[in-house]
Every structure is written in C-alpha cells, then in structure tokens.
C-alpha cells in the first residue's frame, strides 16, 4: 500500500485526558483524499 499511517496515543497518569498524535502520508504519484474524524463517548 502507498498510504502510511502512525497513531501515538499518551494517557496523563493523574488527568482524564488522552492525546493522539495521527501522521498520514501518501508515498505514491496519485493524488489522494483522507479524511480523519474522532468520535467521544
């Protein structure tokens, strides 16, 4: 596959907060369209 993805999730050990890190990246010659959407519960 030409689309690289890398997901970095940090949890703080004394607050009730999540951080994400998302990197995409197209290694091909085509033009592409992403989309990227969270979803809280």
Known sequence: ???LTMK???V???DPV???D???K???DRTRKIS???IWK
Request: no cysteine.
């Open 1 to 3: 596959m030409d689309i």
């Open 26 to 28: 197209n290694d091909s």
């Open 8 to 10: 970095k999730m940090s």
């Open 36 to 38: 990227v959407f969270s």
């Open 22 to 24: 998302v990197r995409i």
């Open 18 to 20: 999540e951080i994400w």
């Open 12 to 14: 703080a050990m004394d």
